[in-house]
């Protein structure tokens, strides 16, 4: 996180951009268990995709590429992307203001 948002000056800046960084969080941690197969029986692994599923509702299979790795890279990849690019983009806002 960038040293602006922890000089206490802002705290709308600073909660915006740490649940801005949260939510890419857990679609990189979606992504990342997607790829290395994790045990999908596991109930930390069932919460983290459940959540990256709700929080990618919009971009899940905006992509049809053949390979499903590419498509949960791309689809999930795209709403961290965004969601941290607005995000941040509203924290800073919020933070001249």
């Given at each position: 996180?960038?040293?602006?948002?922890?000089n206490g000056t802002n705290s709308a800046g600073t909660v915006i951009a740490?649940?801005?960084?949260?939510?890419?969080?857990?679609?990189?941690?979606?992504?990342?268990?997607?790829?290395?197969?994790?045990?999908?029986?596991?109930?930390?692994?069932?919460?983290?995709?459940?959540?990256?599923?709700?929080?990618?509702?919009?971009?899940?299979?905006?992509?049809?590429?053949?390979?499903?790795?590419?498509?949960?890279?791309?689809?999930?990849?795209?709403?961290?992307?965004?969601?941290?690019?607005?995000?941040?983009?509203?924290a800073n806002r919020a933070q001249r203001h």
């Amino acid at each position: 996180m960038s040293p602006r948002y922890r000089n206490g000056t802002n705290s709308a800046g600073t909660v915006i951009a740490i649940v801005a960084d949260v939510m890419a969080g857990i679609l990189g941690l979606w992504i990342l268990m997607y790829l290395l197969n994790a045990n999908r029986a596991n109930d930390f692994v069932q919460f983290v995709h459940d959540a990256a599923r709700w929080l990618a509702g919009w971009s899940y299979d905006l992509f049809t590429f053949d390979a499903a790795w590419a498509r949960v890279v791309a689809g999930y990849g795209l709403a961290a992307v965004v969601y941290l690019f607005v995000g941040h983009a509203i924290a800073n806002r919020a933070q001249r203001h």
